[in-house]
């Protein structure tokens, strides 16, 4: 008798592998140059650092055992010191819920704000992660688009004129993923009157606020209103490895996540918590390892905007380099950046195209680079390449044309 198959549930069939991994995975190549991937230079990341802290926390026995689910105490201490430094606010640990990188907040997020088609609002381009988790818990999305401040406040404020009630609204304030820019300080706080004006909450995603090359991001839109739910990570500034994000939430918010936390994974990892302590703490050392990976990546950046305005003149605008780690580019002469893809690797450069992070416009013309991974000279040459894979495509007709303007 042939076994039947039990089916998986229902809520798998809204779900799509990333387009970004699955690229990945064609262009790991290593003679494509890869502004595809999205990860901080693993030769920044401060190995040494981590292996001092791994011995001192290893030298007690207590770091092999379980810890507290909303994170290791003395971590929440200093977490909820740098908190109140930034957004002017005294934090008590309470606030303080230590996670596993800030994704598996976005995921314990979700299942403590979302009642099945409770309405999400994200904006577009969006940070995949979070888009990825929201339709798991069966949202209803709507996006709201940016522009060079940030999301479009006006177009929020159409959506609830027209009744719309979000159960909150995803924010990735500072240097966005994808989209490279960040909200101004005049939107942050009008975003925050909002929220309280109409009883939703914000979820303000910042893991690259740290990482400014000019002048620093302005202060969180937690600044300005209880209903923020502000979420950071260790990942871009010290390590992913780490694995450890905090969120930072009205008390309510963080023993509902308690709760949700202990039935995914009982707690944290006591190690890589008290390691992330002590860097954290550490405040002369962490400055001046955030300074130099600050600086190297501006640099990067800086140099991957003068190549593509360069190359590529007035056929791409481009976000202007000012923190974390990735530039949104516009194609101007109706280049189709998925169809320019296989020239490109052909070429030996990747970048993602924008329709990966579409949610409701199709950015067929637009692409995420990112500049963290591959040194200044390396990235004027995958600009080089990207400026061959453009013209050979052009000269076949295959990339699109004014036309689609
Ligand atoms: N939010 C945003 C906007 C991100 O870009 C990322 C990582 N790429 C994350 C959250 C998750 O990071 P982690 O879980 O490593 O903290």
Known sequence: MSATTPP?????????????????????????????????????MPRDRIAAAAETALSSRAVLQYTE???????REVLAARESARTGRPLSIDEIFVTHGSQQALSLLAEVLLDPGALVIVEDPAYVGALQVFRAAGARILAVPLDSEGMRLDILRDL????????????????HNPGGVTMSSARRRELAELADAHGFWIIEDDPYGELWFDQPAPAPVATYSPNVIRLSSASKILAPT??????????????????????????GSALTHQIAADLLADTDWLTAHIDKVRNIYGERAHALVDAVRTRFGDRITCTEA????????DFTDGTDTQALLPAALDAGVAYVPGSAFAVSTDYTHS???????????????AVDRLARAHAAAESQGAVGNQAQL
């Open 8 to 44: 998986l549930s229902r809520r798998l069939d809204s779900l799509q592998s990333s387009a970004i991994r699955d690229l990945l995975k064609l262009t790991s190549r290593a003679d494509i140059i890869g502004l595809a991937g999205g990860l901080p230079d693993a030769e920044l």
């Open 69 to 75: 689910s909303p994170g290791w105490g003395p971590l």
């Open 160 to 175: 609830l004129a027209k009744g719309e009630r979000p159960a909150f609204v995803h924010t990735v304030s500072n240097f």
């Open 242 to 267: 780490l694995r450890v994000g905090w969120m930072i939430a009205p008390t309510k918010v963080c023993r509902a996540v308690e709760l949700l936390k202990q039935g995914a994974d009982l707690c």
């Open 322 to 329: 000012t923190g974390g780690m990735f530039l949104w580019a």
């Open 367 to 381: 692409m995420r680079l990112c500049f963290t991974t591959s040194e200044a000279a390396i990235l004027t040459e």
